[in-house]
């Protein structure tokens, strides 16, 4: 019996090894031999280029929990992340359920079209083109006192709103992707035995589309979430004085000062927060879900 | 009939075309790396050095020092001539990436000011590691917009009139240099750490924000949205005279940081010769003038092509007089320990004034 079941899940293995392969190899190669190399810069006290002497060590994680300033600055890109992930929700969402119920035909495909267009062009010219349109005397300043009857000054560049804006405008269509799939799925007869059954348009809302939303919700969120707390060039080019987040630092360690195994182990700390954040978030939105 | 001919004639576009490539191949290249728009990348010094010479040109640029040792370092025999602060000079030669020049080759080299060919930051055991090429201050600028009259003080940056219209460079050692100075301290000899980050501490709030490209500081004036700043004495000259904006350079009685940009052939290049060749062109006073004329340029090392400016050219009377020569400290080398303390405290700086 045991040998059958061995030479069946032999003979599962097999045939599926030339499909896999090609997929694994890729992954191999591409993905997890840079990152392991990663790790093991990590734990090295310099790196082993132009005969330089290095051993082990784990001062680089250590250099994270001895000096308050990196946790600050973690503390505040994990805010951030909420932050944006919040506004892509208020943004995304209402746009999602208006092209998944309320569009039909040509208007949705020219609605959808402007929802994925930013995705064209290229990030550093959409966060470029904010930057003119966020400066004092720039398009929103000029626009805005052209029609207002008093007088306003609005200067938003190199503010923590300028990242915010820059950084929501660059996710928002993975919230609005995300939950257009699962609002589409959700049967319009539910919706209407809701509401024959006497719901409010608000109780169906609670209680039928949001629940039934909450995957497309949660993967648009961890989507954003995680990109945006490691974000460097939004925060870099908008934020001005106040754009140093965990990203800059972890960027200045690679670019500005060539310490790599510290820039390393900045960013696997970041990565172990976020797993950890969404481990322990896990069996709550799956309730939720 | 018709056809052989036709093929004959396709044939002999072919060869011809192949040929042409391999000369265009056998031509051989130049990779320099550099800052960009700093003098060896302006398209008319490229053309007529490629005519002199039959070398072809190709540029690559850095934005930080850091970034154009990294680039060296991971890419050993992509470049031929690399632009080096000459207090990064002793750090590239230590890590082993460039290599002795034979200065002989170099018909310039000889009208090379002396103080600059013979800098201890340039010759390591008798042999030179890179070629003087100009010279500078990371002095203060000025939007002309905002000023009657120039300031002649550091202090002006802390003025409240100017707060939130104050720009400085995100680098850590510029930042701490220019912190030392303004507490009126020798900027290669920091004795007190405590002065220099107190006095940027009370000008983080001034700021509005950090440059680390000359375009960054142009369109910050052009749009007029700062008053003042720190601005390296060839840039200020640049956006006057290419780029017409309403910059002037202000040498502060306190003192300027000097630096001295020298060129260095990296180890592994592929073509030592024409590295030379493009040394030798940069530092040649007929390339000086056209570029301080035509773009804006920081001193030549090269006392011939320095005399070569009018009489009342500002790299010839300001940047050449004695009153000025005494107030400047030229950089020193920098220590990796110094370097990581110096970014420490500006890091810790920039997190504080969230």
Known sequence: MADLLAIGSRRGLRPALPLLLPAYLWLTVAIFLPLSAMVFFSFMTDLPLAGKEWSFTLGNYAAFFSQSLYSTLLFASLRLGLEVTLWCIVIGYPAAYVLA?????????????????????????????????????????????????????????????????????????????????????????????????????????????????????????????????????????????????????????????????????????LLAVVLIILALAAPVLRRAA | MRMPRLTAFLAATAVFVSAFTLAAQAAEEVHVLNWKGYGADEPWAVANFEKATGFKVVNDFFNSEQEMLTKIRTNPGLYDVVMINAAFNDQAMAGKLIQPIDTSKLSNYADIAKDKASSPMLNHDGKVYGVPWVWGLTALAINDKSFDKPPTSIAEMWDPAHKGRVIIRDDAVEAVQFGALASGQNINDIKDMDAVKAKLTSLMPQIKTFWSSENDWNQMVASNQIDIGTYWSGSADRAKTHFKLPVSLVIPQEGSVAWLDAFSIPVGSKNVAGAEAFINYMIDPKFYVEWVTKVGAPVSANTKAVDALPEDAFNRKVMGSPDVAKRIQFQAPITDEQREKYLALWQELKVNVK
């Open chain 1, 101 to 269: 119920k309320v569009l039909k035909g040509r208007s949705r495909e020219a609605i959808f079209l402007l929802v994925i267009l930013p995705f064209w062009s290229n990030g550093l010219v959409r966060i470029f083109s904010w930057a003119m349109v966020l400066r004092e005397g720039g398009i929103l300043d000029t626009a805005l006192n052209a029609v207002l009857p008093f007088k306003i000054n609005i200067d938003l560049m190199y503010s923590y709103p300028a990242v915010i804006i820059g950084l929501v405008h660059s996710y928002v269509p993975y919230m609005v992707l995300t939950c257009y799939l699962t609002l589409q799925a959700i049967d319009d007869s539910l919706i209407e035995a809701g509401r024959s059954l006497g719901a409010s348009r608000r109780q169906v809302l609670w209680r039928v589309i949001i629940p039934l939303s909450m995957p497309g919700l949660i993967a648009g969120s961890a989507l954003i979430f995680v990109p945006v707390v490691g974000s460097f060039m939004e925060p870099r080019i908008l934020g001005g004085r106040t754009g140093t987040f965990y990203g800059t630092v972890i960027e200045d360690q690679f670019v500005a000062v060539f310490n790599w195994p510290l820039g390393a182990a900045l960013s696997f700390i």
